[in-house]
């Protein structure tokens, strides 16, 4: 497509979460920060919280990418299903050979016997949950009883959940307090911000081979900021569109033409960003409004 054309070996901006273009961006280094002393810290739960397209099943595989080997990683995504179901999920992530119709007990039983096995070989466990937000409050009751599988001195295993901000609004629940209650750390992750927006966008290209600097120019990164609102699957989603645009008029750099096409043809990036504009027209036009009367009645009393 336009590989050739601005001389990439790959396409920059895929969607897939491949950690050859993570970005350590301040936000996601705190976030590391976080889960890396919190897990050598042998804290028992710890959560990261971030909007939709923030990039969090990016962070779960960097995160496990980081691991030391003497940690025994468990890593469950959608976990769509009962506290059977996570128990069994969990149970495989493990190695734990099981007959199908074991009941829940006697399971738990298996899982706490391989958890202190590793335990006696030096291993730490690590159970990384993604988009904990839809689990299943018996899930997350589930959760906290296997938080209690421990030692007389240490935790067996910890315990991280990854999830959208409904998450914080599931564990406000008056029944999952005492849950609540055990997560030792937990980081908010935040949009990119102008500057960061940038770096975000050359590190990529970097990743994806550009050695002729920035492709995209001012104007362009001062729309994809307004319309992406720093969130990174929408700049990825962005990007890739304003270069097939730029490719498609035969420019080597994404200029301003080329992003409010790719804004154009992302139907939940433009409807959102011209509502705004709408918005702000509206605003502006009543305060005009209400400025005109109250002339009008200051005048009236002179």
Do not use: W
Request: proline share 2%; glycine share 6%.
């Amino acid at each position: 497509m336009y590989l050739e054309h601005f001389d990439l070996d790959e396409f920059p901006f895929v969607l897939a979460p491949n950690t050859h273009y993570f970005c350590n961006l301040p936000s996601y280094h705190e976030a590391l920060n976080v889960l890396l002393l919190s897990l050598r810290g042998g804290e028992g739960f710890i959560k990261i919280v971030g909007e939709v397209g923030m990039g969090k099943t990016l962070l779960c595989r960097e995160l496990l990418n980081r691991l030391s080997d003497e940690c025994v990683t468990a890593y469950i995504t959608n976990p769509l299903f009962d506290y059977a179901g996570f128990q069994k999920a969990l149970a495989r992530e493990l190695a734990i050979r099981f007959n199908k119709k074991i009941d829940q007990q006697s399971l738990l039983n298996l899982i706490n016997k391989k958890l202190l096995r590793l335990h006696g070989m030096g291993k730490r466990v690590v159970v990384i949950v993604d988009e904990a937000q839809v689990l299943s409050n018996q899930c997350l009751e589930g959760l906290r009883l296997l938080s209690n599988l421990e030692t007389e001195s240490e935790k067996l295993l910890q315990i991280v959940l990854f999830g959208q901000p409904e998450l914080d609004t599931r564990l406000n629940q008056k029944n999952l307090r005492q849950l609540k209650q055990r997560i030792a750390f937990s980081y908010y992750l935040r949009p990119v911000d102008r500057l960061e927006l940038e770096d975000y966008i050359n590190h990529r290209l970097f990743k994806a081979g550009n050695k002729q600097g920035s492709l995209f120019v001012k104007k362009s990164l001062d729309l994809l900021f307004r319309a992406s609102h720093g969130i990174p699957r929408l700049i990825n989603v962005l990007c890739h569109k304003a270069l097939i645009a730029a490719y498609g008029r035969g420019k080597r750099k994404v200029d301003g033409k080329a992003m409010r096409l790719a804004i154009r043809d992302t139907d939940s990036v433009y409807v959102t960003m011209y509502r705004n504009y709408l918005l702000i027209a509206l605003t502006l036009f009543l305060l005009s409004v209400f400025a005109v009367e109250l002339y009008l009645i200051l005048r009236s009393r002179l």
